[in-house]
């Protein structure tokens, strides 16, 4: 699951990148490179937050 967030993540960062406008209003791209990097976050966080609590008691 933290691999699948993290390579959202990254394909988000890349979408953005490529087709976004910067220094302009948000455009499609950049609504989807947003999103992509909310729910990549909360993928990698879940994980992470699955991880710790099976390794601490």
Known sequence: MFA???GLI????IFGIMWGNP???FNWADHVAQAGLIIGTVLC???LIM???KVLP
Not at 10 to 13: K, S
């Open 4 to 6: 699948i967030g993290f």
């Open 10 to 13: 990254l394909v988000a960062l």
């Open 23 to 25: 220094g302009r209003a």
């Open 45 to 47: 966080a879940a994980s």
């Open 51 to 53: 991880w710790v609590w």
